[in-house]
């Protein structure tokens, strides 16, 4: 399943963590399509429509408005269209017993968020480049878990 670019979407309210995300995104020499949403409800509409192509990533931040992370995770879990789909949720620091319900939710990848600008790069640029990975490799990531 050779791919040319990896679509990505990202899901938050606070328009610099959006602005952040592109730009990492947009440096890594991957190529990637990044949509954003601002809420939970404009998210799973554009999932749930029959037209959307469904990303190979998505970013979705845990206290998000509109339509709470966990439905949302609820929801994609709900539907086999996106089994291929890697659900990361971020966030600040959560404690531990809520990272635990993001997983059993169907989350694949829990991201603490980091502070600074060059940590949060480094983070997501070693989850683009693992899920780059998988999805030109052919690997199967019904499994795939990573907690950074």
């Known amino acids: 399943m050779n791919k040319e670019f990896l ?3 990202v899901a938050d ?8 995300f592109k730009n990492i995104l947009k440096e890594l020499k991957i190529s990637i399509k990044v949509q954003c949403f601002t809420n939970g409800k404009d998210l799973m509409r554009y999932l749930n429509n029959d037209d959307a192509v469904v990303p ?5 931040k845990y ?3 509109g339509k709470e992370s966990m439905e949302c995770l609820e929801e994609i879990e709900s539907n086999p269209k996106f089994n ?5 949720i971020f966030s600040e620091a959560i404690p531990e017993n809520e990272v635990e319900d ?5 989350a694949n ?11 949060l790069k480094k983070v997501l ?9 998988y999805h030109t490799s052919g690997l199967n990531i019904d499994n795939f878990i990573m907690k950074v």
Request: charged residues 20%; hydrophobic residues 45%; contains cysteine.
């Open 84 to 88: 291929n789909m890697v659900t990361v």
């Open 13 to 20: 309210n606070d328009e610099n963590t959006l602005i952040f």
């Open 56 to 60: 190979e990533l998505v970013f979705i």
């Open 7 to 9: 679509n990505v979407i």
């Open 125 to 133: 640029t070693d989850i683009i480049t693992i899920n780059w990975q």
């Open 102 to 106: 993001i997983f059993v939710k169907g």
């Open 63 to 65: 206290t998000i408005p």
């Open 109 to 119: 990848i829990y991201m603490k968020k980091p502070e600074c600008f060059e940590k």
